[in-house]
């Protein structure tokens, strides 16, 4: 090691660096400069053909908060209804997920091929997720409604256009195409449960609820509280569900609050308010995938030790 | 205890309890069969009403099986000059790709470092980068949008590919299996004269092959299968395949014949590559959630 000399090692020093560099440059133009540029363009009025632009501060941000004008009532109205979405989806999510695993939790013939069944959906992109559940609820010539009319007790109905009932080909849809996320996770955590937890509590008399609610329930908590972060995170992110199947209607009832910001800025051009938006929604969402982040240390924590 | 007293059991005695326990198991069965049936229904549908002709989509009573099984629906939609389902699959295939290839590389040659050398600054420059995940995306979208009309790249591949790129997920996997490579092996190659270069992809390159894998093939699902950002920079023969399936139904608002052939186009070769690789594609699916360990 003596024939290294001092300058050598001047260029050593350097190469950390080096390998840091491209990532680098990348991340301050895609990611760093974006967030100050989102917030610069949200305190001026944004025309993409003029040289010079105006500021105006924060009015764009008090026209959210407004009552009376149209950003507030339909930054709200869509505010609510993506809520409204996520109050309803996570839950699904998180229970149908868990009983899928649960019902795959012991061995059984064809276990793997259920597995992946469930697990398909997943991979369709939301696009051909939302042409397909479109096409099943059509109003008069669709499957779901074609077997409602067999049923003695029901019958059609025009669920696309009609208010509240739009929510089911959405919500029933989303659970279809990414339920099967979730139970993985439920699967891989069910997997770590060890067995000798189970022979302890039959031996103590305990039946298969008891065994849920002491042991599986309380093991599962770390992924139960993950799943929900995320699916929470994506639920809130609603986009192309709505726009394929609904098309956020019938009167914008199911328009989410993304759908909404992409109208504010794409439609009608306004990406100084659309900007603003998506920064209050944004603030919004922190609180949210700062949790997540959260959950993610912990890991990075237990994966250094 | 248990086991022994089962093991002391006459063989006839345990092959009936296996049977019973069968039996037990039956209900559990014909569930898991219902919901594989409801969750593959979709799907088959799609495909049934593919090839149907159009009055027969609509059809009563309901034609389960195509009653006059046709590829006119295929034909038409790769005959109508508007569609362009060649091109948009490639642009699809050929962005997802550059988009893994890029992101795993720099995924790789930055978390090297982090994970692997000693200098200034380590830690501070790791926990910036890392903090960003928090960022929500709805935040990059107008900016990114502005910047792409600054930088000329409306409608291009590159408005595809770049924003995306330089995303700290990949460098967070990456750093924790670099983490786990023991450092005998590098130690031995430094002596030896190799530099860091040598080192990562020799020495390291050989034990990252699964995590990489799983990345790239988990990156390229999430570039084809974006939705919100090539809707609104790429139009006409520029779109992705997924996207490009809803505004050109839009075109067929009331023919779900050809609808259906356009998003079993835009799905059976994932699909596919889903049965060949389904160990990745769950691997990756929950790599990005937890590793249980």
């Excluded at chain 2, 928090?134 to 930088?151: A, C, D, K, Q, S």
Aim: proline share 6%; hydrophobic share 55%; with cysteine.
């Amino acid at each position: 090691m003596t024939r290294r000399r001092p300058s050598r090692f001047g260029a050593r020093a350097l190469t950390p660096y080096l390998y840091l560099l491209p990532h680098a440059i990348l991340f301050l133009i895609f990611i760093v400069y974006p967030v100050g540029f989102g917030l610069y363009v949200s305190l001026h009025r944004w025309n993409i053909l003029a040289d010079e632009q105006v500021f105006v501060g924060l009015q764009f941000y008090q026209r959210i908060f407004t009552p009376g004008t149209p950003q507030f009532q339909f930054f709200w109205k869509t505010m609510l209804n993506t809520l409204l979405f996520v109050a309803v989806s996570v839950p699904l999510l998180i229970v149908c997920a868990l009983g899928l695993a649960l019902l795959l939790q012991k061995p059984i013939f064809g276990r793997n091929v259920f597995r992946t069944i469930f697990f398909l959906p997943t991979i369709l992109a939301v696009s051909v997720m939302g042409i397909l559940w479109k096409w099943l609820f059509e109003n008069r010539t669709g499957l779901v409604n074609i077997l409602l009319e067999a049923l003695p007790f029901a019958k059609a109905l025009p669920f696309l256009t009609t208010v509240g009932w739009a929510w089911v080909p959405i919500i029933v849809g989303t659970v279809w195409w990414t339920v099967g996320f979730n139970m993985i996770l439920y699967s891989a955590a069910l997997n770590n449960i060890p067995k000798s937890y189970y022979e302890a509590a039959e031996l103590d008399g305990a039946g298969s609820w008891n065994q849920f609610r002491f042991i599986t329930w309380p093991m599962l908590s770390p992924v139960t509280l993950f799943a929900a972060v995320t699916t929470t995170i994506g639920s809130f992110q609603l986009f192309g569900q709505s726009q394929v199947i609904t098309a956020g209607g019938p009167l914008r009832t199911t328009q989410s609050v993304m759908m909404y910001i992409t109208e504010e800025a794409f439609t009608n051009f306004q990406f100084s308010s659309a900007a603003a938006m998506s920064f209050t929604f944004g603030l919004l969402l922190l609180i949210v995938t700062a949790f997540q982040f959260r959950l993610m240390i912990r890991d990075l924590g237990r994966g250094n030790a | 205890m248990a086991t022994v007293s089962r093991a002391q059991e006459p063989s006839a005695a345990r092959g009936r309890r296996r049977l019973n326990a069968q039996f037990r198991e039956l209900p559990r069965f014909l569930l898991l069969c219902l919901l594989a049936v409801i969750f593959l229904a979709p799907i088959y549908w799609m495909l049934s009403t593919s090839f149907k002709p159009e009055s027969d989509t609509v059809a009563r009573p309901v034609q389960w099986i195509p009653a006059r099984p046709t590829l006119q629906n295929y034909q038409e939609i790769f005959a109508s000059p508007n569609a362009r389902f060649v091109r948009w699959t490639w642009n699809s295939l050929f962005t997802a790709g550059v988009f893994s290839l890029v992101t795993v590389l720099l995924s790789v040659v930055t978390a090297y470092p982090l994970a692997r050398m000693r200098f200034p600054g380590r830690n501070a420059w790791f926990w910036f980068i890392l903090s960003s995940m928090m960022i929500p995306g709805v935040i990059f979208l107008i900016p990114h949008y502005l910047m792409m009309i600054r930088f000329n790249w409306i409608d291009t591949y590159h408005a595809l590919i770049w924003p995306g790129v330089p995303g700290v997920f990949g460098i967070f996997l990456m750093r924790q299996f670099f983490l786990s490579i023991p450092r005998e092996l590098e130690e031995a190659a430094r002596l030896d004269g190799a530099n860091s270069w040598q080192i990562l992809w020799r020495i390291h390159a050989p034990f990252l092959i699964a995590p990489m894998a799983t990345l790239a093939l988990f990156n390229f699902m999430a570039s084809w299968n974006n939705y919100v950002w090539p809707l609104f920079v790429v139009h006409g023969e520029m779109q992705t395949l997924p996207v490009a399936i809803t505004s050109f139904s839009s075109r067929y608002w009331t023919s779900y014949g050809k609808l259906m052939a356009g998003a079993a186009i835009a799905s059976v070769p994932i699909l596919i590559a889903f049965l060949f690789a389904q160990r990745y594609f769950i691997r990756g699916m929950s790599l990005t959630g937890l590793k249980d360990d």
